[in-house]
């Protein structure tokens, strides 16, 4: 399997099997997309769903907002042969992972929500929202996606301590 890894502001877009598109997200929201006619997918990362109206966004950052990153995830899976109309979504991320920052997550997983009823894209799985990060893994070719959440616990009990043994009058060079 070739692996691709995507970031924040990224997309890829895969038609050929045994390739795996894969991110980590927080407050940020992966859409895996695919037509399942067309063997065609493509997942997207996007930091924000819009910009604000008073926001003024450079040209290379716009693939961060959702508004644009949907867009191009979209146009990118049709000029390789998908059809939008048989698109297929799943959605994840959009978790609050630092209560401080307020509703990010909660806001950029709104978005995904709407920006596919919209568009009248349907949503085969969804996992947005909680306190988790996420690690996810999507077969584009094959419309196969896999969530694993990161662990937000730590552990209670501390570390053992670790005993080296006593040499007394000798020195040991490694």
Do not use: W
């Amino acid at each position: 399997m070739r692996r691709i890894s995507i970031v924040q502001g990224e997309n890829a877009v895969v038609s050929e099997p045994h390739v795996i598109v894969s991110t980590l997200l927080g407050s940020c929201v992966a859409a895996c997309l695919y037509d399942p006619v067309a063997k065609v997918g493509g997942m997207n990362h996007f930091l924000l769903g819009e910009p604000g109206a008073d926001h003024r966004v450079a040209p290379g950052d716009m693939a961060r907002y959702g508004v644009h990153a949907m867009e191009l995830l979209i146009n990118g899976m049709m000029a390789v042969g998908a059809v939008r109309s048989r698109l297929q979504a799943h959605l994840y991320g959009g978790a609050t992972i630092i209560s401080g920052l307020g509703s990010i997550g909660a806001s950029n997983a709104a978005f995904a929500r709407r920006f596919m009823e919209t568009e009248g894209i349907a949503i085969g799985h969804c996992d947005l929202g909680g306190t988790s990060a996420r690690k996810i893994e999507f077969l584009p070719h094959e419309g196969r996606s896999r969530c694993t959440r990161v662990s937000d616990r730590v552990s209670e009990a501390p570390p053992a301590p670790i005993t080296l043994p006593v040499h007394v009058g000798e020195l040991e060079l490694f």
